[in-house]
């Protein structure tokens, strides 16, 4: 398993295309952290909104990086195809941990504010969240299940903005909650609650995924 | 033994690629599928080592080592063929450094040309193929399947990896490759079956005859005459100090002049069975 993630890891900064997202996400991030931008909660809710579509962009990038023929080889050397899709997302979410530390540093970098006990593990939920959850479409947008790239798009365009837009949403309720305090403690219980939702829907998306993927081989 | 059951394939509401496929290969065999353009035979091998699945039917009998060479090696991969192979053997258990080995060993068996540092995606066609090639033998398989492969391999590739089957088979491995020539699927295959739109005929034996020519160095004078360049050559092998020429019937004659008059001995002069 360490071998396959290491080579997705390999093809995937060799492939460059993870460049886009990351920094789109740091020019995001960058422009939200910057003077004017209100107490930490608020950033880190909007840093995060960054990161649910960096994510799923991300996740489509890794796995676009092999073509179906290379991926027939190494689902060959791995013997069945599930390793090969766990490492795929075990990537994904390397990279998007990597892009939740810079969410929750560059405010604090740029501009130093106030920041209480409950900010960080606050932020730092909300942005896990958002990146199961940008996982999640990012695999179901993938190649794997549509194969067409320009539907691929409009569907992941159309599920990101659903999920960050439609009221009642785990984001966009915890987005609600970050913004309207300074006192990160009070959002904690939300954000704890709702990360289990976000994993779930990363492992649905990821069963999803298999199935559909072996159903079109 | 690997068994195709009765296998039909389409791919979503489409046509049927196969359909009814019964097929067995045992260990040891070397099973030539030929067929015409889109007849289904990438779509058996695919089958076979499990990247896809039939549609109805059973494959079973999966050796726990599969090699797999798809017909075009992917133009873009950017690691380095050494690089490449490296994670590919990890990837089937290999600790680093045997795995490096390992490739080193195939890429310089294969005489790959263009570096094995360069970036798999700017080598020619035929440098990619042998990366290709490399990947599936990293770990002697117990099934090796080939699509295509000797298309832009040039002629001293061609020889190692008529080679390299029979070795394959002769360690009890078995292996199923494509191609649409005539001339290379009898030479190298001990069973031949025709594909047509979806259909698999059953196995004729390659209808050929062939002799193994067993020859030792004579004496200082010498000299070796390229035998894989001789007219009618399928493989020649070098063991124990003897060297193994497998000829076909109707050139034999000439390639013992050849030869005789390059300072060698015949040893001896056996024809091969055909297979059954």
């Known amino acids: 398993m360490i071998a396959l993630i290491r080579y997705t890891l390999a093809t995937t900064i060799h492939g460059q295309r993870y460049l886009a997202p990351v920094l789109l996400f740091c020019a995001g991030v960058g422009i939200s952290s910057g003077s004017d931008s209100g107490p930490l909660p608020g950033v880190y809710a909007l840093n995060s909104g960054i990161l649910l579509v960096c994510a799923t962009w991300l996740t489509m990038a890794v796995i676009s990086v092999e073509d179906p023929t290379h991926r027939a080889i190494t689902v060959v050397a791995a013997r069945g195809p599930v390793k090969v899709l766990a490492a795929t997302i075990a990537v994904s979410a390397l990279f998007a941990v990597g892009l939740t530390i810079i969410g929750l540093g560059l405010p604090l970098l740029m501009n130093p504010r106030p920041i209480t006990a409950a900010d960080l593990p606050a932020g730092a939920l909300a942005h896990l969240l958002c990146a199961s959850l940008g996982l999640a479409v990012g695999l179901l947008c993938s190649r794997l299940v549509i194969r067409r790239q320009g539907y691929a798009l409009l569907t992941a365009l159309a599920l990101v903005t659903a999920a960050l837009l439609t009221t009642g949403s785990p984001p966009n309720t915890l987005f609600k909650g970050m913004a309207n305090t300074n006192k990160a403690a009070d959002v904690l219980p939300t954000a704890a609650a709702l990360l289990p939702i976000g994993l779930a829907v990363l492992a649905v998306a990821a069963v999803i995924t298999h199935v559909i993927s072996i159903r079109r081989d | ?276």
């Open chain 2, 1 to 276: 033994m690997l068994s195709v059951e009765a296998v039909s394939k389409r791919y979503g509401g489409g046509n049927w690629v196969l359909r009814e496929v019964d097929l067995t290969v045992e260990p040891g065999a070397v099973v030539a599928i030929v067929g015409g353009n889109g007849s289904g035979k990438s779509t058996l091998l695919r089958l076979m080592v499990g990247v896809s699945r039939p549609t109805a039917g059973t494959v079973s009998g999966r050796p726990d080592v599969v090699g797999y060479v798809p017909e075009r090696f992917p133009p873009n991969e950017r690691l380095s063929a050494a690089a490449y192979l490296e994670h590919l053997g990890r990837i089937r258990g290999m600790n680093s450094i045997a795995a490096a080995e390992r490739a080193e060993e195939l890429l310089e068996r294969l005489d790959l040309q263009g570096g094995f540092d360069a970036q798999v995606r700017t080598l020619s066609k035929g440098n990619a193929q042998k990366v290709a090639l490399a990947q599936a033998l990293l770990v002697p398989p117990g099934l090796l399947v080939l699509d295509e492969p000797w298309s832009g391999l040039d002629a001293d590739a061609h020889g190692v990896l008529a080679t390299i089957i029979a070795e394959v088979a002769a360690a009890g491995g078995a292996v199923v490759f494509t191609d649409h020539r005539e001339s290379v699927t009898r030479a190298n295959a001990t069973r031949i079956h025709r594909i047509h739109d979806g259909r698999i005929a059953e196995a004729t034996a390659p209808g050929r005859a062939i002799v193994e020519v067993a020859l030792t160095q004579s004496g200082q004078d010498t000299e070796d005459p390229g035998w894989d360049e001789v007219d009618g050559v399928l493989t020649a092998v070098t063991h124990q100090g003897q060297l193994f020429v497998r000829v076909d019937r109707d050139h034999s004659d000439a390639l013992l002049t050849i030869a005789l008059r390059h300072g060698w001995s015949i040893d001896s002069v056996t024809p091969e069975k055909a297979a059954p």
